[in-house]
Every structure is written in C-alpha cells, then in structure tokens.
C-alpha cells in the first residue's frame, strides 16, 4: 500500500502492488489490450477500480468512453443501491452517495446523480464508477468545505475502507 | 559267502519295509508331536487340522493372501491347543485411515501405510479411486467426495474402513489492521467456503467489525491473528487456545509480548520484501518475504521450511492447537501470482486453517459396514510374526527325509539282492 498514493501505468504488473486503483479524467480513454488484461485481472483477483468522472457529464467523451471500456473488460456498470455497505463501512451515508458542488450548482450535465455505478465482483464492488467528480473537491482546501452539509471526503475514507476489509 | 550277503540284503529289505509300515500306520494313529505344513489355507484345511485326535505339533502355513478374520481366529484356536503355528510369505503390510477433513468443502484425507515403493489401489464402493505408491511406508491423498466404505487394496491384501464421523464447523475470526493481508485472508477463506467474522483495526481504538466480537469455542472454530490489531484481543486468543480453539499467528502477531504463550518461537528478522513483481518475476510462496521462526519451544513442531529457515511451526496449548507462520504479505503471492495463484492463495490459507481448527466429530449412522483397517495385525496377534520356515508338502522335514533315505536303503536293497542272484545264474 502507498499511503500517498502512487501513479502506475495500467499495462504495467506493477499495478499488482496496488489493489485498490483510481482512474480519473476527463478526455476520452481507450484501454490497450495489456491494460485491459491488467485490470481484469486486478478485478478477479481480488481489487477494485474506482473511476471518477472529472467532468461529471454523462454526455461528456470520458463518460462514453469509460462505460464502454468498463463493459466491454467487464460488462456494463448498474446502479449500486444506496444501502450498500460502502456507505457505511466506516462514515454513515444513509442517503446514499453524498453530492459535490458541482451537481449542486448544475454543472457538467445538471444532474444530480442519485446513485453511483458499480460492477459486482463475487458480492463485493469490483468496478466502482462516480459521475460526481469527487477528486475535484477531495483536494479542496478545508476552508472551502466548511459551508458544506456534508463533507464528502469521508465518502473517499469509506471507499478506501471498503476496499482494505472487503 | 554270496548267499548269506543275499540273505542278509533280504533280511535288510524285510525290515525296511517293516519300519516304514510301522511309521506310516503309526502317523495315521496318532499325530501328536506331528508337523504338517501347506500351501495356503481353507475352511477345509482348517476343519482337517482340527479334525485330529490330538493337536499336530507344528504347523506351517505359506500364505499368498492374507487370511480373512475367521482364518486369523481359527489360527489362533489351533496354536490356544498346544500346536506351534507359523506362516511364512511375503505379505504386505497394510493399513487404511480415513478422516474429515475439517473444511468448509468437506472431504476425507485417507491414510495408508503399505511397504515402500509398493502400489496400493484405493477403492470405494463405486470403484477405483486412486492408486498411491508409499514412500517411507505412507502415503495420503485427499479426496472430495467418497462413498461409506473406502479400502486399499495391495497385491495380496485388502485393507478397508469406514468413513465413520462428520464434523462440526463454527465460523473463523480473522484479526488485523486495515490492509491488504487481512483483506485478502478474509477473501480467500470466505471463497473457500468459511464463515468468517473479521475485527479490522483501521484508526487506534477504531475496529471495523463484521460479526460477533465475542472470542470463544462456541461461535469460532479458528482465530487467525495476523498483526499488531490482535494486541487488545491476546488473552482472549490465549483462553480460546486454552479451551480447544485453533489459533493461526501471522508473524506480526507472534511478535507481540502477549502473544508469548501462544508462540512456537521467536520472530526472526524478515528477509526484504518480495521483488518478483518490480523484476517482473511471478510471485509464488517461495519468493514471499519470510520471517523465519527462531528459538522453537521444545514442545513445538517445525511443519514447513524454507532452506533451513523454519516457515511454519505448530504447537499444542492446551486443549487447542496454535500455528505460527513466518510467511508475510501472502496478498502478493495472490495478485502476481501465476494463472493458479489465487486457488492456490486460498487452498493455502484453508489448509492452515483446517489444521488447527477445532472441529467436533458426529458420529455418521450410515457407517455400519465391518471394516478391517489392518488386517495383517490379526494374523499377528494370533499366530506371531512371519517366519522363513519354508513350507514342505505332506509330511515334516524330518520325516520326509527318513523315508526317502529308507526308501533309496530298500532300492539298493532290492538291487544287490537280485543282480547278485542273476550273476550266479540262479532264478
């Protein structure tokens, strides 16, 4: 584990090290057939991709092209019900994912999604995919966040959580 | 001169006969004192043998096949009435176990012991399973599915048995810190069909939990205690030990004070971190870092080594069975392993489990077949150990030996009579 985090090229087996991988952007992405193989792998043996959607638009090209890419590696991502065990494994969200600015203020695709996406590996979340552009507002200064009801970097703690005891 | 040598050449044969008249009339009076031997053995063998007045002296049996029960008992009977019984041949020696295996996915390990480098058919009701060759006398093979009566059969002997229990399983509790190593040990007992409660420490004093946190033979058949997390819970561990339970200690958890009763011996310095992946090698058990298991207690085992490091140690404490493992960041044997890393990852981590865990056995009221797990040791406690007495048809050594000497004595006795008379010319 790299408590701060560490960037490793998907088609490498150094991604093996790492089993909780966080793959974010917001240009379209095709995945090389090496890093297809690699993240099937990591998935069945165990990890979880989590995907954040930097520019939270299902119409935007990193949406389309991530849900084609998670589909075609895996099959296509469904709603994760909001009483699932990620949201509570550490931080209670009894509403569900908690929403960023972003959908608040009606950016990107105006919506404010209700559920996150995810693709079931053996009972446990293998593939989690967020259109709420969490990684923009988990770097936010704490000052930025004080208006906020909820602070939805304890949703980050909760993934990280999930992904160390499930 | 020549007449009264043909006379006494006569008088030679007349006498001849006359003793072997004597002795075979005499042998069919009485055979006390007499020994007989034979090929093999039967009822009518036996009846025969037990049918004479007085019981034969000796008796010697060459035995292709090892004689069923009631033989062995009949043996015993015939040597409990004053004849000497022996039995030569090159019997087999085997012996066949059969015991759950205590797994989430059942099975039954079956035991045999039959002379090295032999081969021994392993067979159930349906028909043959397996064929084992024993070296240093033993061999095993686990099984996942059998029928009521297993047995193992030699080139002349049939051992069998029953698969007599089941056994209980509770659930087994897994305690560490929030990482890789307790996730995927929780992943790959639970794929392997345990039931398992996890105590995950993520912050000090902040334990994710998932089921009961109550540590006793009621609810866990195992504790696997990886890391410093299982610091709070040692006494506890200890006592469940104490009281029959099966501990697995990771390395991080052996090293702990508290964890000092429970320890097979010291925690040696880990050998460096696994490089298998950076250098694009596949990471198996051999290349994990290891921390080697020093200082073993008298009373503790040594179960596996890497080189002469100590890997795997077991010791009893108590009425529970505790297994300290020097292996660390198993995870990574299942993430760059090879194509079978992940079952083999998770047989791994079953197999220590089932080792130790505590498993009360139910006795299966479909076993009530006869079984004869050693058949060879009737034979023994009946009649002794084999012999190298070679066996002789009909009657004793001794015996057969006089006669033919007095038969040859009778031949020449004839001869020189008769040639004698035909060179003299008379009739």
Same mark, same amino acid.
């Given at each position: 584990m790299a408590p701060s985090g560490a960037i490793v090229p998907l088609a490498s087996d150094a991604i093996f090290e790492y089993p909780l991988v966080y793959l974010t952007g917001h240009l379209p992405f095709r995945f090389s057939e090496t890093e297809r193989r690699n993240v099937r792998?990591?998935?069945?043996?165990?990890? *979880?991709?989590?995907?954040?959607?930097?520019?939270?638009?299902?119409?935007? !090209?990193?949406?389309?092209?991530? *849900?084609?890419?998670?589909?075609?590696?895996?099959?296509?991502?469904?709603?994760?019900?909001?009483?699932?065990?990620?949201?509570?494994?550490?931080?209670?969200?009894?509403?569900?994912?908690?929403?960023?600015?972003?959908?608040?203020?009606?950016?990107?695709?105006?919506? !404010?999604?209700?559920?996150?996406?995810? !693709? *079931?590996?053996?009972g446990r979340i293998g593939v989690l995919y967020s259109s709420k552009d969490y990684s923009s507002e988990w770097n936010y200064s704490p000052d930025s966040k004080r208006f906020s009801t909820v602070d939805n970097t304890r949703f980050g703690v909760n993934i990280i959580v999930y992904a160390l005891t499930r | 001169m020549r007449i009264r040598s043909e006379q006494a050449l006569r008088g030679i044969v007349i006498v001849v006969l006359a003793v072997m008249l004597w002795q075979s009339l005499h042998v069919q009076g009485d055979s006390g004192g007499r020994a007989v031997s034979a090929r093999g053995i039967g009822r009518a063998t036996l009846s025969n043998w037990s049918s004479f007045s007085k019981a034969p002296g000796r008796l010697h049996v060459q035995l292709d096949s090892v004689p069923s029960k009631i033989e062995q008992a009949w043996l015993g009977a015939l040597a409990g009435a004053g004849s000497s019984v022996t039995w030569s041949g090159g019997l087999a020696a085997t012996m066949i176990d059969a015991q759950p295996i205590a797994s989430p996915t059942g099975g039954t390990k079956v035991l045999v012991a039959a002379p090295s480098g032999s081969s021994v058919v392993i067979s159930d009701e349906v028909g043959v399973i397996d064929t084992l060759r024993p070296h240093d006398a033993g061999a095993s093979v686990t099984l996942n599915s059998v029928t009521d009566r297993l047995s193992a059969r030699t080139k002349n002997s049939i051992a069998s048995t029953g698969v007599r229990?089941?056994? /209980?399983?509770?659930?087994?509790?897994?305690?560490?810190?929030?990482?890789?190593?307790?996730?995927?040990?929780?992943?790959?007992?639970?794929?392997?069909?345990?039931?398992?409660?996890?105590?995950?420490?993520?912050?000090?004093?902040?334990?994710?939990?998932?089921?009961?946190?109550?540590?006793?033979?009621?609810?866990?058949?195992?504790? /696997?205690?990886?890391?410093?997390?299982?610091?709070?819970?040692?006494?506890?561990?200890?006592?469940?030990?104490?009281?029959?339970? %099966?501990?697995?200690?990771?390395?991080?958890? #052996?090293?702990?004070? &508290?964890?000092?009763?429970?320890?097979?011996?010291?925690?040696?310095?880990?050998?460096? $971190?696994?490089?298998?992946?950076?250098?694009?090698?596949? $990471?198996?058990?051999?290349?994990?870092?290891?921390?080697?298991?020093?200082?073993? @207690?008298?009373?503790?085992?040594?179960?596996?080594?890497?080189?002469? &490091?100590?890997?795997?140690?077991?010791?009893?404490?108590?009425?529970?069975?505790?297994?300290?493992?020097?292996?660390?960041?198993?995870?990574?044997?299942?993430?760059? %392993?090879?194509?079978? #890393?992940?079952?083999?990852?998770?047989?791994?981590?079953? @197999?220590?489990?089932?080792?130790?865990?505590?498993?009360? @056995?139910?006795?299966?009221?479909?076993?009530?077949?006869?079984?004869?797990?050693?058949? +060879?040791?009737?034979? $023994?406690?009946?009649?002794?150990?084999?012999?190298?007495?070679?066996?002789?048809?009909?009657?004793?050594?001794?015996?057969?030996?006089? +006669?033919?000497?007095?038969?040859?004595?009778?031949?020449?006795?004839?001869?020189?009579?008769?040639?004698?008379?035909?060179?003299?010319?008379?009739?």
């Open positions: 792998k990591l998935v069945e043996r165990g990890g *979880m991709l989590f995907i954040d959607d930097h520019n939270h638009d299902i119409g935007g !090209v990193f949406h389309k092209t991530a *849900m084609e890419e998670i589909a075609r590696t895996f099959s296509p991502p469904n709603d994760l019900p909001n009483d699932n065990e990620i949201y509570r494994c550490f931080f209670k969200f009894s509403d569900g994912p908690p929403a960023t600015s972003h959908e608040l203020n009606g950016w990107g695709d105006n919506l !404010v999604h209700k559920n996150l996406q995810a !693709v *079931m590996q053996g | 229990d089941s056994v /209980v399983l509770h659930k087994i509790l897994v305690i560490g810190e929030a990482g890789w190593e307790s996730k995927f040990t929780i992943a790959a007992l639970e794929e392997e069909g345990w039931k398992v409660d996890a105590l995950i420490r993520v912050a000090p004093g902040v334990d994710v939990t998932q089921g009961s946190a109550a540590i006793d033979t009621s609810r866990y058949s195992a504790v /696997v205690a990886l890391d410093a997390g299982a610091s709070p819970y040692a006494n506890r561990i200890a006592e469940f030990a104490r009281n029959g339970g %099966g501990v697995v200690l990771g390395s991080g958890a #052996a090293s702990l004070d &508290a964890m000092a009763p429970l320890r097979a011996g010291a925690v040696g310095r880990s050998t460096s $971190v696994s490089r298998g992946v950076q250098s694009g090698a596949v $990471v198996s058990l051999a290349t994990l870092p290891l921390a080697p298991i020093a200082s073993l @207690r008298s009373d503790a085992t040594p179960f596996e080594k890497r080189g002469t &490091a100590i890997a795997i140690a077991a010791e009893r404490v108590g009425a529970g069975r505790v297994l300290q493992i020097g292996y660390e960041d198993t995870w990574r044997w299942r993430m760059s %392993g090879g194509d079978g #890393a992940v079952s083999d990852h998770r047989l791994w981590w079953t @197999r220590l489990a089932s080792s130790v865990a505590r498993a009360p @056995r139910i006795p299966r009221t479909t076993s009530t077949m006869p079984s004869d797990e050693a058949p +060879m040791i009737g034979l $023994v406690a009946a009649v002794g150990s084999a012999t190298g007495v070679q066996p002789r048809s009909g009657l004793s050594g001794n015996q057969s030996d006089a +006669m033919a000497w007095l038969f040859v004595l009778l031949t020449l006795g004839l001869i020189g009579e008769i040639s004698s008379r035909r060179l003299r010319g008379a009739s």
